[in-house]
């Protein structure tokens, strides 16, 4: 029946028996993740519904609770239980289905919670039941050609900008460049334009710095009055972010008031290699000093020519 009543479901639980546990619930904007409080991805839990709905049993299977580990059907009361059980919730109904081992690329093991006969059933589900899978991992796309200057503020270095007076310069133009030194090239800076450029997130969670904590900082000011302020913080392997939207001209008030609601208050876990896009030491826009002379070495003598 839930073919049919997809649209009507207002929950789904994914749950694994070691604890890890998803619950996506609609609400008047659409789904959320609540294990984390952030809107979950509408178009991978539309996939799960639809897949669910969409169902088909390919060839019965084990009847015997002994053989469920070898499918991963068997009930969900240990921690090394293999599968993942998925509860879909709407007001006239409740559907529950543990989700186990693939079988190829199109159809996996499957058993009605609560059933005797496991089955090889088409499409293949996807049902991974750690939460950060399912959140909505887009956030924030500030496009390069909006970039007018981006201040940074290194937690351990100089700080230093990078601007360009109109859109139409060729180049950023950085400040102040050390005594005796010059950029790599005169792109150098360009790139930090779009560092706020399709940023995505791999976790969400309520801002709580440590209190000794000292983050980066970047500020980043568009043409049309848009500010966006970026701090950031390394927690072991992890790269954090938080953002803050301000504005300087009536043009961008609503933008930078849409942005805080939805990015006020909240860190993020980005990849790294986006983390050091946006938090640029000077240094690495710089020509590198030449190695000094290590000590006690002499130039090597002219060769004496034949005869000479």
């Keep these: 029946g839930l073919e049919h009543s997809v649209s009507t479901v207002t929950?789904?639980?994914?749950?694994k028996g070691d604890g890890t546990l998803t619950t996506l619930k609609r609400n008047d904007s659409g789904w959320m993740v609540l294990e984390r409080s952030w809107p979950a991805d509408l178009s991978r839990v539309r996939r799960l519904l639809l897949n669910l709905g969409a169902l088909n049993v390919v060839e019965e299977k084990t009847r015997l609770p002994a053989n469920y580990p070898t499918i991963g059907v068997e009930d969900l009361n240990t921690a090394k239980a293999a599968g993942t059980e998925v509860t879909v919730i709407a007001p006239a109904r409740t559907w529950s289905l543990i989700v186990g081992k693939p079988?190829?690329?199109?159809?996996?093991?499957?058993?009605?919670?609560?059933?005797?006969?496991?089955?090889?059933?088409?499409?293949?589900?996807?049902?991974?039941?750690?939460?950060?899978?399912?959140?909505d991992h887009a956030l924030i796309d500030l496009a390069a050609e909006r970039l007018r200057e981006i201040e940074e503020h290194p937690a351990d270095a100089v700080a230093f900008t990078a601007?360009?007076?109109?859109?139409?310069?060729?180049?950023?133009?950085?400040?102040?460049v050390p005594k005796g030194r010059e950029l790599s090239n005169p792109a150098a800076?360009?790139?930090?334009?779009?560092?706020?450029?399709?940023?995505?997130?791999?976790?969400?969670?309520?801002?709580?710095?440590?209190?000794?904590?000292?983050?980066?900082?970047?500020?980043?000011?568009?043409?049309?009055?848009?500010?966006?302020?970026?701090?950031?913080?390394?927690?072991?392997?992890?790269?954090?972010?938080?953002?803050?939207?301000?504005?300087?001209?009536?043009?961008?008030?609503?933008?930078?008031?849409?942005?805080?609601?939805?990015?006020?208050?909240?860190?993020?876990?980005i990849p790294d290699y986006k983390y050091a896009a946006i938090f640029v030491p000077l240094t690495e826009l710089l020509k590198p000093l030449p190695e000094p002379k290590k000590p006690g070495t002499q130039p090597k003598p002219a060769a004496v020519p034949p005869g000479g």
């Design 103 to 135: 079988s190829g690329a199109k159809s996996g093991y499957v058993r009605v919670s609560g059933a005797a006969q496991s089955l090889l059933a088409a499409p293949l589900l996807t049902v991974e039941p750690d939460p950060k899978s399912w959140l």
């Design 189 to 269: 800076a360009d790139t930090l334009s779009a560092a706020l450029s399709g940023v995505t997130l791999e976790d969400v969670s309520k801002a709580t710095p440590p209190a000794d904590a000292k983050p980066a900082r970047a500020v980043f000011r568009t043409f049309d009055g848009l500010e966006i302020e970026a701090s950031g913080r390394k927690d072991g392997s992890r790269a954090l972010l938080s953002l803050l939207a301000r504005s300087t001209a009536p043009a961008t008030a609503a933008e930078a008031q849409k942005l805080n609601a939805r990015l006020e208050g909240w860190e993020f876990e």
């Design 163 to 176: 601007a360009r007076q109109k859109k139409e310069d060729a180049h950023f133009a950085v400040s102040p």
């Design 11 to 15: 929950e789904v639980h994914l749950k």
